[in-house]
């Protein structure tokens, strides 16, 4: 692959139909196998491109791209504050996907940081997020500081399945840790 210059962004009404397209393709290629095959194959880039324009319309700063100059959106994210009040981490991550030719390559972590830049800067000093119990994303979430808080059953589809919650503490230093080892030399160009 060619050398990648990855930016994240905040989303603008234009991203829309590209953040649409990489949610129905990852939720496809995620969860196959994991929730039913009903669900997954119902799912509607267009009806996901309104829901994402309304999403970056009401809370613009919240949603990130993350964009290459020659690739276009290569992921994306959204957060906010805290939905559930058994949970003690002000802010949460509600979405976060990379497109699946394109993980693997420091894109997640990157838009992770952002949204944690942006949780900070908006009076969240701690942030949680939920992610199915078997899916592989776990341990990218343990290898950027995340702790296992929280486990919940939750119904998708009509079919039961088991969550966790990761949460971070302590955001500041979290930027700190995490920014020095994403810009080890040699590694911002890929
Ligand atoms: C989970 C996801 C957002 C991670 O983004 P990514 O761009 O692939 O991850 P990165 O390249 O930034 O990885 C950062 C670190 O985590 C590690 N990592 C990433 N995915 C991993 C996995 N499945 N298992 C183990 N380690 C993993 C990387 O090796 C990297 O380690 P390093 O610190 O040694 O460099 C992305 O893979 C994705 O969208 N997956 C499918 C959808 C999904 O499950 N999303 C989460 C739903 S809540």
Redesign the pocket.
Known sequence: MNAMMVRVRQATMQDAASIARIDVE?WR??YAGVLPDRLLIGLSEGRRAANWASEISRHPADVLVAEDERQGIL?FGNCGAQRDSRIDYGGE?Y????S?D???????????LGLFSRLLRAGHNSAA????RN???????E??GGTLALRKSMTLGGQSVEAVAYGWLDLPTVLHQQAR?ANRPGEEER
Request: proline share 6%; no cysteine; aromatic share 18%.
């Open positions: 990852t290629a995620t992921g991550i979405t976060l996907y990379v699946p394109f993980q693997g390559l420091g894109i997640g972590r990157q838009l992770l997020l939920w992610v199915l899916n592989p994303s776990r341990y990218f979430y290898r950027v080892t």
